[in-house]
């Protein structure tokens, strides 16, 4: 061969084969898939289960048992067997190979797209050395201005201050520190929540399980996460958005208990002007009571009960009317909202319907002063039913954890077992702390034997053992009235870990497996379209130096997608736009080098000096323009999201690509020509 055309041949052809392994995969799963189409549909004729429900037999290995639910007749059974097996081993084979294949994105496959803020005041508030009325109204009136102006969070935070004459040592920082001292400070925890919320949320969504799923920051205090591909939207907004603070508290003794439900019910007499004593309540020891102790309820408005125009409950959040026991209305109004579950040492219950004006009165003013200081209320978690009526538990827990999520190593799900579980034969999650969590967790236990140990997950409580003896392994359990995909759910949140601060969804669209669809046929026929009349115009205008340039073209597309794979990036809408682009410049590198080649024959230039030439002269225009392209790409994903960088990353491929087919493969492939046989006249 012609001087170095054996190396660049060698170069050519290793290029080619590398690209057709890197798109082997995606050509293989989209042959499996439609065959997977085929026995899907199959199975949907047979057994009347949808789509949805077949895949995630699939997922779950499962589809067998599914089948033999819906189907009846045995003859049809059969054959959905065989169907299923031959469908499993699709499925297998798709799994195997997926990872591999080029993704589709958010806009081609269908999916959720969601921003979330993260909550900067309640981030304050948590700071704060401490909270009193002055600190929260002036946090919510600084929470209101900011979002009315969309104004820096902070530079309100400080102008309020400022107005209001406070200074901020007083709730934040040391006392010598100075204001603008403290806001950099602020400023700086807030970041490192977002940035560690940030990877919070990645550990959750990987471990969801969706496919190259997308998880960018946006400002200073958002993250934007796109979902391609997923159908439970409500499920993942759960598991994303969860706190999954975790925290296991002491319960306080009963006899604590009660002597501060007596301060409250007398706190609550006074100020709705009532002189009566307080009556007792008599907590009842009888374990083997399975339900709430009687009581003879009524249905009464707050405004009937507690006087005109009080309020207790939020009316938006239900309706205004609560129930109350009438033997300790009159005495005891707070008593009287509730009841006891003889069977729990606990033994604080509420009506479900109760718990919105309890709430409200333990967060009252007047009894957060009588609640001692190293006490906190909590709730349950879940209403218990007994006899089609809902109760909750309520709980006074010691203020300080024993023990939080940050020692947690492992969480994973079993179905409970053993006479002493109370939720035998149901899922329940066990924890595994580390080495220093299993100490402290040994330590907590095995000085408050016989004490009830209450597991507290974003607030709320999950359940509370009583503890029977030292546990020095750090293992333990939740257990509660969980489905197996919620007991899933929670232990990915766990294994995640908790967000730093709390996240609410500003903005939420989500894209039909239709319109995904929609969007990739429309981009396929754009694509085609737009490659076929280059292609036919290169051919007309050009003749075989043409044709030459459409055989780089297609390589060059060829090129894109190997290169897509192999870095495992997310093809979108705007990635085909980057696509199409690079196929019109890679031509326009072609017209270049060609009309110097015309220009070079024209003056009486053999082929061969003119090709050469041509191709000398138009390297450094060719360059220049993609350089600049190039340089301009790297910007727009530097600083761009979401479908600006698919469509900064196909383009900065597609040049490279471009240059590589348009100044080295047309060569060669011009020289290979004019080696074999000195051309005399060439066809341009």
Same mark, same amino acid.
């Given at each position: 061969?012609?001087? $170095? $055309?054996?190396?660049?041949?060698?170069?050519?052809?290793?290029?080619?084969?590398?690209?057709?392994?890197?798109?082997?995969?995606?050509?293989?799963?989209?042959?499996?898939?439609? @065959?997977?189409?085929?026995?899907?549909?199959? %199975?949907?004729?047979?057994?009347?289960?949808?789509?949805?429900?077949?895949?995630?037999?699939?997922?779950?290995?499962?589809?067998?048992?599914?089948?033999?639910?819906?189907?009846?007749?045995?003859?049809?059974?059969?054959?959905?067997?065989?169907?299923?097996?031959?469908?499993?081993?699709?499925?297998?084979?798709?799994?195997?190979?997926?990872?591999?294949?080029?993704?589709?994105?958010?806009?081609?496959?269908?999916?959720?797209?969601?921003?979330?803020?993260?909550?900067?005041?309640?981030?304050?508030?948590?700071?704060?050395?401490?909270?009193?009325?002055?600190?929260?109204?002036?946090?919510?009136?600084?929470?209101?201005?900011?979002?009315?102006?969309?104004?820096?969070?902070?530079?309100?935070?400080?102008?309020?201050?400022?107005?209001?004459?406070?200074?901020?040592?007083?709730?934040?920082?040391?006392?010598?520190?100075?204001?603008?001292?403290?806001?950099?400070?602020?400023?700086?925890?807030?970041?490192?929540?977002?940035?560690?919320?940030? *990877?919070?949320?990645?550990?959750?969504?990987?471990?969801?399980?969706?496919?190259?799923?997308?998880?960018?920051?946006?400002?200073?205090?958002?993250?934007?996460? *796109?979902?391609?591909?997923?159908?439970?939207?409500?499920?993942?907004?759960?598991?994303?958005?969860?706190?999954?603070?975790?925290?296991?508290?002491?319960?306080?003794?009963?006899?604590?208990?009660?002597?501060? /439900?007596?301060?409250?019910?007398?706190?609550?007499?006074?100020?709705?002007?009532?002189?009566?004593?307080?009556?007792?309540?008599?907590?009842?020891?009888?374990?083997?009571?399975?339900?709430?102790?009687?009581?003879?309820?009524? *249905?009464?408005?707050?405004?009937?009960?507690?006087? *005109?125009?009080?309020?207790?409950?939020?009316?938006?959040?239900?309706?205004?009317?609560?129930?109350?026991?009438?033997? &300790?209305?009159?005495?005891?109004?707070?008593?009287?909202? /509730?009841?006891?579950?003889?069977?729990?040492?606990?033994?604080?219950?509420?009506?479900?319907?109760?718990?919105?004006?309890?709430?409200?009165?333990?967060?009252?003013?007047?009894?957060?002063?009588?609640?001692?200081?190293?006490?906190?209320?909590?709730?349950?978690?879940?209403?218990?039913?007994? @006899?089609?009526?809902?109760?909750?538990?309520?709980?006074?827990?010691?203020?300080?954890?024993?023990?939080?999520?940050?020692?947690?190593?492992?969480?994973?799900?079993?179905?409970?077992?053993?006479?002493?579980?109370?939720?035998?034969?149901?899922?329940?999650?066990?924890?595994?702390?580390?080495?220093?969590?299993?100490?402290?967790?040994?330590?907590?236990?095995?000085?408050?034997?016989?004490?009830?140990?209450?597991?507290?997950?974003?607030?709320?409580?999950?359940?509370?053992?009583?503890?029977?003896?030292?546990?020095?392994?750090?293992?333990?359990?939740?257990?509660?009235?969980?489905?197996?995909?919620?007991?899933?759910?929670?232990?990915?949140?766990?294994?995640?870990?908790? /967000?730093?601060?709390?996240?609410?969804?500003?903005?939420?669209?989500?894209?039909?497996?239709?319109?995904?669809?929609?969007?990739?046929?429309?981009?396929?026929?754009?694509?085609?379209?737009?490659?076929?009349?280059?292609?036919?115009?290169?051919?007309?205008?050009?003749?075989?130096?043409?044709?030459?340039?459409?055989?780089?073209?297609?390589? $060059?597309?060829?090129?894109?997608?190997?290169?897509?794979?192999?870095?495992?990036?997310? &093809?979108?809408?705007?990635?085909?736009?980057?696509?199409?682009?690079?196929?019109?410049?890679?031509?326009?590198?072609?017209?270049?080098?060609?009309?110097?080649?015309?220009?070079? &024959?024209?003056?009486?230039?053999?082929?061969?000096?003119?090709?050469?030439?041509?191709?000398?002269?138009?390297?450094?225009?060719?360059?220049?323009?993609?350089?600049?392209?190039?340089?301009?790409?790297?910007?727009?994903?530097?600083?761009?999201?979401?479908?600006?960088?698919?469509?900064?990353?196909?383009?900065?491929?597609?040049? %490279?690509?471009?240059?590589?087919?348009?100044?080295?493969?047309?060569?060669?492939?011009?020289?290979?020509?004019?080696?074999?046989?000195?051309?005399?006249?060439?066809?341009?």
């Amino acid at each position: 061969m012609r001087r $170095n $055309n054996l190396f660049r041949s060698i170069i050519v052809g290793i290029v080619i084969i590398w690209s057709l392994a890197q798109l082997y995969p995606t050509m293989k799963v989209s042959q499996l898939q439609k @065959e997977a189409k085929t026995y899907t549909e199959q %199975l949907q004729a047979l057994s009347n289960l949808d789509a949805d429900e077949i895949q995630a037999g699939l997922n779950a290995g499962d589809l067998p048992a599914r089948l033999e639910d819906a189907i009846q007749d045995d003859t049809k059974l059969t054959e959905a067997y065989a169907l299923a097996e031959k469908a499993a081993l699709l499925h297998d084979g798709i799994v195997k190979l997926e990872n591999d294949a080029i993704k589709q994105g958010l806009d081609l496959l269908g999916g959720t797209y969601l921003v979330y803020e993260v909550n900067l005041p309640q981030l304050v508030l948590n700071v704060a050395k401490k909270r009193d009325s002055r600190l929260d109204s002036l946090l919510a009136k600084i929470e209101l201005e900011s979002g009315a102006s969309e104004s820096d969070y902070f530079n309100t935070f400080s102008q309020a201050f400022n107005d209001a004459g406070i200074r901020m040592s007083l709730y934040f920082g040391q006392r010598i520190q100075k204001d603008e001292e403290i806001v950099d400070k602020l400023k700086e925890q807030a970041a490192d929540a977002v940035n560690r919320t940030l *990877e919070v949320l990645r550990n959750r969504v990987d471990q969801f399980g969706v496919s190259e799923p997308s998880i960018t920051k946006q400002g200073d205090n958002r993250i934007i996460i *796109e979902l391609a591909g997923i159908k439970d939207v409500q499920r993942a907004k759960e598991i994303i958005g969860k706190t999954a603070l975790l925290e296991f508290k002491l319960v306080k003794d009963p006899d604590v208990n009660m002597a501060i /439900l007596q301060d409250i019910d007398k706190a609550l007499k006074k100020k709705l002007s009532r002189s009566d004593a307080v009556a007792e309540l008599t907590a009842t020891n009888d374990s083997t009571a399975t339900r709430p102790s009687k009581r003879k309820d009524t *249905e009464v408005s707050v405004e009937s009960l507690f006087g *005109e125009g009080t309020t207790i409950g939020d009316e938006s959040e239900g309706d205004s009317t609560i129930l109350v026991d009438e033997q &300790l209305a009159k005495d005891s109004p707070f008593l009287a909202l /509730l009841t006891s579950f003889p069977g729990s040492r606990n033994s604080i219950g509420l009506p479900a319907k109760n718990l919105q004006a309890v709430k409200r009165i333990v967060n009252s003013p007047e009894v957060l002063k009588i609640i001692p200081a190293n006490a906190q209320v909590h709730f349950s978690n879940e209403p218990q039913v007994f @006899e089609e009526q809902e109760y909750y538990e309520m709980y006074f827990l010691k203020k300080e954890a024993e023990i939080t999520g940050k020692y947690l190593e492992e969480a994973d799900v079993s179905i409970a077992s053993g006479a002493q579980s109370f939720n035998q034969g149901q899922p329940q999650v066990n924890l595994k702390f580390n080495s220093e969590g299993a100490r402290i967790f040994a330590v907590a236990t095995g000085a408050n034997v016989n004490k009830q140990l209450a597991i507290v997950l974003d607030g709320k409580v999950a359940s509370a053992p009583n503890i029977s003896g030292k546990i020095p392994g750090g293992s333990a359990q939740i257990e509660g009235s969980f489905t197996m995909e919620e007991a899933k759910d929670l232990a990915i949140v766990l294994r995640a870990g908790a /967000l730093p601060a709390p996240i609410h969804v500003i903005e939420e669209r989500t894209v039909g497996p239709s319109l995904g669809q929609d969007s990739v046929n429309a981009g396929q026929l754009s694509l085609g379209i737009g490659i076929a009349l280059v292609i036919l115009f290169m051919i007309v205008y050009y003749k075989l130096s043409g044709l030459i340039a459409d055989v780089a073209l297609i390589l $060059n597309l060829v090129l894109i997608l190997a290169a897509l794979a192999f870095f495992h990036a997310t &093809l979108t809408l705007p990635g085909i736009a980057g696509i199409i682009l690079t196929m019109g410049m890679a031509v326009d590198a072609n017209v270049l080098i060609f009309e110097r080649i015309r220009e070079e &024959l024209a003056t009486g230039k053999t082929v061969r000096a003119a090709i050469d030439a041509g191709y000398d002269r138009a390297f450094w225009t060719i360059f220049d323009a993609n350089i600049t392209t190039f340089l301009t790409a790297l910007v727009l994903y530097q600083f761009g999201t979401g479908p600006i960088r698919g469509f900064a990353v196909t383009l900065s491929i597609g040049i %490279l690509a471009s240059m590589f087919t348009a100044i080295v493969v047309t060569h060669l492939i011009y020289d290979t020509i004019n080696g074999k046989r000195s051309l005399s006249k060439l066809s341009i």
